[in-house]
């Protein structure tokens, strides 16, 4: 898909030509305090009317689209409604800038302005409010359609412009447009590669794609191959890409942005399995094709190295993929298998289906060479978060006060939440193995927490924060700026936790 070029632009909206002029409104609303008041006078009133009629309340999601009659240079204007001022988020204007480009999509027009919003939501700067409009209407737009002959309907908005009448706040617009066109583009490539089906987006296809990645400036790239892996001894990696054809990859991207070349790097880590058929332990068939999103962790790290180095971040960053397809082939894995991981311990894999943790245990094992500042593991582990968690929240475990606070904090700007569980040792006991250190399985109860346990054993004494992403990578239906099937969500998170420590 094509990114939608956004600019920004001083102007009015009475005296501003366009093909669509988007406005925000509050519901329960004078005019008089909106900036369109003088927009409405030359239309006669129509704004006004609409409100009153009750055609147009300004609830939240409301969208009405309205021919000017020539009576203004823009041709058209859509109103989309903010709900109750007090109310107002920054995941509402996300939400109201993905339903404004859709009805300009459905009006098949090409490119739209829209006027910045007279409320601001509480607490937040300009910047962050032109950010996410950018990404609301970037990523309501986004449609995968790679593999249809007919692409029907599926022309994209190319072009926004977000108007302001205050030349002195051109600054902010631009940079708010810059992080909200990386944090966006960022997303799509994760939408994308996670949308591709498994038979095209094998781990040597994630390879080819860390390569184009590692073409932006100060980014390398290190892939280690299945004779690599045997020799440092990462068995428990190893073992879950044994039951397929398609051999593993290990990639490591390193972006250099730090001024201090040696500083400690933040280290990113994403659990990328291609296809996730459970291994010998089979998943049933229904909704098993939603196991080709199983290597959303990893897609999202390396998004966010790209997103890092197009954003110039003064900082250090290392992402880690580990790659494997999991598949009941000859040579698979079989319950009650031990694998000895690259950290040394070994571990009993009760059931091939648990593979996340095991590819996680060698990437978290492996990033302690690098003595991260910040370890950050992403991955879409157990089902038991989703059935915790639904579809709003993302688990979070960690060792550490502060960089969970960061986390947390980051997921919030992002409109990307997340929620935290308990790490206690005493759900421990359920790991415990009577032949290996431990096993890969937790028995009935807290399926997520277990899963966290289990990764907790390999990140040593750095700061560590593991986000289960299961509930969230992958929606039912459509919204706002969210599409069915592979959401992308956590990328923005990621990235936004990258820009805070940048700032
Ligand atoms: N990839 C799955 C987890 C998953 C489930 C992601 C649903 C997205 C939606 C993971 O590898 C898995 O199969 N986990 C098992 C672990 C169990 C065997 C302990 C699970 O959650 O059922
Ligand atoms: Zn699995
Ligand atoms: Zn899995």
Not at 231 to 246: D, K, N, P, T, Y
Not at 334 to 339: A, L
Not at 362 to 389: F, N
């Amino acid at each position: 898909m094509n990114i939608m070029r956004v600019e920004a632009k001083v102007g009015r909206a009475e005296s501003e030509p366009a093909e669509i002029l988007v406005l925000l409104h509050c519901e329960g609303d004078g005019l008089a305090k909106m900036d369109a008041a003088q927009f409405d006078k030359m239309l006669g009133g129509a704004l006004q009317g609409l409100i009153h009629s009750k055609e147009f309340e300004g609830k939240a999601n409301e969208v009405l689209l309205y021919h000017t009659q020539g009576k203004v240079p823009a041709k058209r204007f859509v109103f989309v409604g903010l709900g109750k001022k007090k109310d107002v988020t920054l995941d509402s204007l996300r939400q109201a800038l993905g339903h404004a480009v859709k009805r300009v999509r459905q009006a098949k027009v090409e490119t739209f302005v829209v006027a910045l919003p007279t409320v601001m939501p509480k607490s937040c700067t300009l910047v962050e409010v032109v950010q996410v409009m950018v990404e609301g209407a970037i990523l309501g737009n986004y449609q995968f359609t790679t593999y249809r002959s007919e692409k029907g309907s599926a022309n994209d908005v190319s072009g926004m412009t977000i108007l302001t009448s205050q030349r002195t706040q051109l600054r902010q617009l631009t940079e708010g447009i810059r992080r909200g066109v990386a944090t966006a583009e960022a997303t799509v490539l994760v939408r994308d590669l996670c949308n591709h089906p498994s038979n095209v987006m094998t781990p040597t296809r994630i390879a080819n794609e860390a390569k184009v990645v590692a073409k932006e400036p100060r980014v390398s790239l290190k892939i280690l191959e299945q004779k690599d892996m045997e020799q440092l001894g990462m068995g428990a990696l190893l073992g879950v890409a044994r039951g397929s054809h398609e051999p593993p990859k290990f990639i490591i991207l390193e972006y250099s942005g730090a001024k201090k070349k040696d500083e400690r790097p933040v280290v990113l880590v994403g659990k990328t399995i291609t296809f996730d058929t459970g291994g010998i332990s089979l998943k049933p068939a229904e909704n098993m094709e939603h196991m080709k999103a199983d290597m959303t962790g990893g897609a999202e790290v390396l998004a966010s190295m790209r997103a890092a180095a197009r954003l110039k971040l003064p900082l250090r960053l290392i992402s880690i993929l580990p790659v494997a397809e999991n598949m009941p082939g000859g040579r698979a894995m079989k319950p009650g298998d031990i694998v000895k991981t690259l950290s040394g311990k070994t571990v009993e894999v009760q059931n091939t289906d648990a593979e996340g943790r095991l590819i996680l245990s060698d990437a978290l094992a492996y990033a302690q060479r690098y003595k991260p500042t910040a370890l950050i593991d992403i991955a879409t582990l157990t089902g038991a978060c989703v059935v915790a968690l639904g579809q709003f929240a993302i688990g979070m475990f960690g060792t550490d006060g502060k960089l969970k606070d960061a986390v947390r904090k980051a997921g919030f700007t992002a409109g990307e939440r997340v929620w935290e569980m308990p790490l206690w040792d005493e759900y421990f006991e359920q790991l415990r193995s009577d032949v290996a250190d431990m096993r890969n399985i937790g028995g009935r109860g807290g399926g997520m927490i277990t899963a966290a346990l289990f990764l907790s054993k390999f990140v040593g004494d750095c700061p560590w924060v593991h986000l289960d992403i299961a509930s969230t990578d992958w929606s039912e239906r459509e919204r706002a700026y969210i599409p069915k099937g592979p959401t992308g969500v956590g990328t923005r998170l990621l990235i936004q936790y990258l820009i805070d420590r940048s700032l």
